[in-house]
């Protein structure tokens, strides 16, 4: 069995602070087996990383659109932020790509309405029913019964915006995941969750203020 996580942030992220080493001990010890790369409207962290330590590596983006987030999964290209829902999948697609819905519903961090997820539903791939850091707004019931009812793959991940995050939530496969199995996997995978402590979910709010009091963003 494999554990993997499709929904984390790098240093690269404005909140979020994964190192590459610290990805490469998580790989390396067990905490998981393949880790997707999501960092907020950049690929040049997961990128890299991928070309240091493989295929452990998933190439991913949590891209901004104008109705919400989306995630793009084996990506080769960046995909531009502030896009409309439509034209955002449909790059995911000509990458040949995998579009993953992160946190939805939820409005806080920016989820899609269940109205453009009507809308698109057909175009999605996998929707994440489960997230480590859904606290103040859990609708992880809601999307379960979105996704039965759509037959949509689920997908549990932690959104880790720090080591501490990792590990504790993923979904748990029978194969290495490819592009062309990945889908099936998380479809016949097996959910695993674990509340991270307090740190964890407090991790973005401290990343973005030490970032901001160095200068690295406003």
Known sequence: MYKIDLH?????????????????KAITTGLVDYVAITDHNHIDMAIGL??????????????????????????TS??????????????IKVQNGIVYIPHPFETLRKGLHPAILEEFFQDVD????????????????????WARLNHMPSAAS??????????????????PPTRENIIQQIASGK???????????LY???????????????
Do not use: W
């Open 8 to 24: 984390t942030h790098s240093i690269a992220s404005p909140d979020g602070g994964i190192s590459p080493s610290q990805y490469e």
């Open 50 to 75: 991928q070309q240091q330590l493989g295929d452990k590596i998933i190439v991913g983006e949590e891209i901004m659109t104008t109705d919400g987030e989306i995630i793009g999964l084996f990506l």
């Open 78 to 91: 960046l995909v531009l932020p502030g896009q409309s829902v439509q034209e955002t999948i449909r790059q």
């Open 126 to 145: 996998v929707i994440e029913v489960c997230n480590g850091r859904a606290f103040l707004q859990n609708r992880s019931e809601q999307a379960v019964v």
């Open 158 to 175: 932690s959104d880790a915006h720090g080591l501490k995050g990792l590990g504790a939530t993923f979904v748990s496969i029978d194969k």
């Open 191 to 201: 959910l695993l969750t674990d509340r991270p402590g307090l740190r964890a979910l």
């Open 204 to 218: 973005p709010k401290y990343h973005r203020l030490r970032k901001k009091l160095k200068g690295h963003i406003k």
